[in-house]
C-alpha cells in the first residue's frame, strides 16, 4: 500500500512558476512509477506528465512540454512536477500517483492515488 499526499499547489499569475510536490509512504517507492494527472471542472482528468521507476523514461503530454518538467527522488520517496509559463489553461486540481507496473501513462495504470491539490493560474 502506498499513500500519496500532494502539496505546493496554489494561484500564481500566467507566465509565472509553480513546483508541486508529491511524497509517498512505503519502502517500495523506488519501484513504482510515478505520475501527474490534472482534471479542471467539467472537463475528465488528463494525464500530464510521468516518469518511470528508474527515471530512464519520461512523458509529458503535448499541452506541457518544454513548460513542466517532472522529477524524483527516491531517496525521498518524493515526486515533483516544475511548472513554468504557467497559463490559465492550466488551471486545474492536480493529482500525482503510483503505479505498480513501473511506469504508465494512462490513469488506468495507476493503482494509488494522492487527494490532489488545486493549482489555479489566473490571466
Known amino acids: 500500500q502506498v499513500q500519496l499526499v500532494e502539496s505546493g499547489g496554489g494561484l500564481v499569475q500566467a507566465g509565472g512558476s509553480l513546483r508541486v510536490s508529491c511524497a509517498a509512504s512505503?519502502?517500495?517507492?523506488?519501484?513504482?512509477?510515478m505520475g501527474w494527472f490534472r482534471q479542471a471542472p467539467g472537463k475528465e482528468r488528463e494525464s500530464v506528465a510521468a516518469v518511470s521507476w528508474s527515471s530512464d523514461r519520461t512523458y509529458y503530454a503535448d499541452s506541457v512540454k518544454g513548460r513542466f518538467t517532472i522529477s524524483r527522488d527516491n531517496a525521498k520517496n518524493t515526486v515533483y512536477l516544475q511548472m513554468n509559463s504557467l497559463k490559465p489553461e492550466d488551471t486545474a486540481v492536480y493529482y500525482c500517483a503510483a503505479s505498480r507496473r513501473g511506469w504508465g501513462t494512462f490513469p488506468y495504470e495507476y493503482d494509488y492515488w494522492g487527494q490532489g491539490t488545486q493549482v489555479t493560474v489566473s490571466s
Open positions: 512505503g519502502r517500495t517507492f523506488s519501484t513504482y512509477g
